[in-house]
């Protein structure tokens, strides 16, 4: 530690050139920073227990094919099963293209069934129970838009030709209350005319026992194995993240996107440095004249790097998380991102990277300069 200031003022010696190899490894480690936490996120386990007994059953071919209604009765008798409900997404517009949020038609009266954590008022839940044409919004829309109850919203159908005139009979909380339901009668009438009646999306299965969950999937999909409409079951979360699989293998992405950060910050911070240590030649040959051994003068110039890489740390990857921490993504409306929040692990991984960066960009030209005789370093001026 008695080396500190000689440390901090050599690193900060040129202000310009330590501030840009900051903020650009800085900004790599919030990028790198951000990547990881959007991971960690999507992979999130749920927060409540009943989510972990939810299951979504679709058609094996895709996500746009649907399946017969008949099948929730068959599904109803498999072992384990506490409760279906139909599900289908509507995938309509609001105002504005640009008014993106999540549409379900579903079964009203098992509705608050299936999500017990929705918060309701029984009173807002029964008005959404008799209304053919109610709705019920989630309270993060409900205050995006300024919705309140008995409001009538008109909802214009992209994937079904058909728009919704609803009314608003309800607000409910939940920890992402940014979707609004309706009842699918009220779609199928509309689809009667178009031939279209008897197929759903998908159908929400609740499991009596997380380990009733396994059987349950394997028991479905054998159950509709050899039919013209097979189906793929899976929990909800999986459910979820098959929206994100359709980008590509995001872990693979981001593992290469962050391969190709730290290699090209690598490469800057090591050409800046080796200019540093080589203007410094005549201090350097002038510390081992005071009696300087090698290794203190190699710890001494790899000690200023890792002080700009742990500032960059600090600046960059504990930056995101104080700034995450403040955001409310449930007002953003960010599909399938509630919080970005900073893991532990993630910090260790953005500074295990500033400290690579640090350490690999130095150690060679510091090396070669601690290694250089005295006289040889006067030559150099």
């Keep these: 530690m008695k080396f500190f200031r000689l440390v901090w003022r050599n690193a900060l010696r040129n202000k310009r050139r330590s501030l840009l190899t900051v903020t650009s490894l800085a900004l790599s480690l919030f990028l790198l920073t951000t990547l990881l936490t959007v ?8 927060d409540s227990q009943e989510a972990m007994l939810r299951l979504v059953v679709r058609n094996a071919v895709s996500l746009g094919t649907p399946l017969p209604v008949a099948y929730q009765q068959q599904i109803e008798q498999v072992p384990g099963v506490a409760l279906t409900t139909r599900m289908q997404w509507f995938g309509g517009v609001y105002v504005d ?8 038609g579903c079964e009203p009266v098992k509705l608050a069934r299936m999500y017990p954590e929705y918060k309701i008022d029984p009173a807002q839940l029964d008005a959404f129970v008799r209304d053919r044409t109610g709705a019920l919004a989630g309270r993060v829309l409900a205050e995006r838009f300024g919705w309140r109850v ?20 309800g607000i409910y909380d939940a ?18 005319a178009l031939d279209r009646d008897g197929e759903i999306g998908t159908f929400f299965v609740k499991a009596r026992a997380p380990e009733d969950v396994p059987r349950i999937m394997d028991a479905v999909d054998a159950r509709f194995r050899n039919s013209l409409a097979q189906t793929k079951t899976e929990t909800e979360q999986a459910f979820q993240l098959s929206f994100v699989s359709m ?17 090209t910050i690598l490469l800057v911070v090591a050409n800046t440095v080796g200019m540093s240590i080589r203007e410094r030649t005549t201090e350097i040959a002038v ?4 009696g300087f051994r090698r290794r203190l003068v190699l710890g001494l110039l790899v000690s200023e790097s890792v002080c700009l890489g742990l500032l960059a740390w600090l600046v960059g ?13 449930a007002k953003l409306n960010f599909p399938f991102i509630r919080q970005l929040e900073v893991t532990p692990q993630s910090l260790a991984v953005g500074f295990g990277v500033a400290m690579l960066i640090a350490v690999a960009s130095t150690f060679v030209p510091a090396y070669r300069a601690a290694r250089m005789t005295i006289a040889a370093a006067l030559r150099n001026i």
């Design 287 to 290: 510390l081992k004249t005071m």
């Design 317 to 329: 990857s504990v930056g995101a998380r104080l700034l995450y921490g403040g955001i409310d993504f």
């Design 247 to 263: 980008l590509g293998n995001i872990k693979t992405l981001i593992i290469s996107i962050s391969s190709v950060i730290v290699f």
């Design 150 to 169: 008995g409001d009538r919203i008109t909802i214009q159908g992209r994937i079904f030709p058909v728009d919704l005139q609803l009314t608003i009979r």
């Design 175 to 192: 920890p992402d209350a940014s979707a609004v339901f309706f009842d699918q009668q009220y779609l199928d009438e509309g689809l009667k």
């Design 97 to 104: 293209e640009a008014n993106f949020f999540a549409q379900f």
């Design 39 to 46: 991971v960690t996120e999507l992979e999130r386990p749920p």
